[in-house]
């Protein structure tokens, strides 16, 4: 097997069994809402299912449709990603690093979507309960993390090849 593949399976792997713990850990001893300060007027560990997207994206729409959405993309989702890695070198580690965290992220609120038809939430950062972000998971990280560094490897080859054109 290829090292990108085996870079694939760690690293989803892990992020997946990390996030269904947490997840696991916060559906089977906080109430729904529930809240315990972590640090006071910044960060919570509260108990949010969120039945959209990222930012409760969808979360309004009709049942049916919502449910058709989010459990047909992801699957897709994963397939373009496993057909983008086959593109990439052993050697590109960082990619293969930023596909994979993206891989298992998806992987690991799709399980939720399957199993209760929501993601469960539950880090929740804010400014004196004034200024706040939608709370998230682990998931939620892997994939943010991951599109961040697919975007940040794009913007350095975009100006690597711009210096390289202008010598």
Same mark, same amino acid.
């Given at each position: ?7 694939? &399976? ?42 959209? +997207? ?11 449709? #919502? ?10 989702? &994963? ?5 983008? %890695? ?11 690093? +930023? ?13 939720? #979507?399957?199993?209760? #038809? ?11 309960? #004034? ?7 682990? +998931? ?9 560094? %697919? ?17």
């Amino acid at each position: 097997m290829k090292k990108k593949y085996l870079w694939l &399976l760690a690293i989803s792997g892990v992020l997946v069994a990390l996030d269904q713990l947490t997840k696991a850990y916060v559906h089977t001893h906080f109430h729904l809402g529930e809240s315990v300060i972590v640090i006071p007027n910044f960060f919570n560990f509260t108990y949010v299912r969120n039945f959209g +997207a990222a930012f409760g994206f969808l979360a309004e729409s009709h049942p049916s449709f #919502r449910e058709l959405f989010f459990l047909s993309m992801p699957p897709i989702a &994963l397939v373009i990603i496993l057909g983008i %890695l086959r593109g990439v070198k052993d050697s590109d580690t960082r990619q293969i690093i +930023a596909l994979s965290s993206i891989f298992g992220g998806a992987i690991g609120n799709y399980i939720d #979507r399957l199993r209760f #038809r929501y993601v469960i939430d539950f880090l929740d950062f804010h400014l004196y309960n #004034r200024w706040s972000w939608p709370a998230f998971n682990i +998931a939620d990280m892997a994939i943010v993390g991951g599109v961040g560094l %697919l975007l940040l490897l794009m913007f350095l080859e975009k100006k690597k090849m711009k210096e390289e054109g202008a010598t």
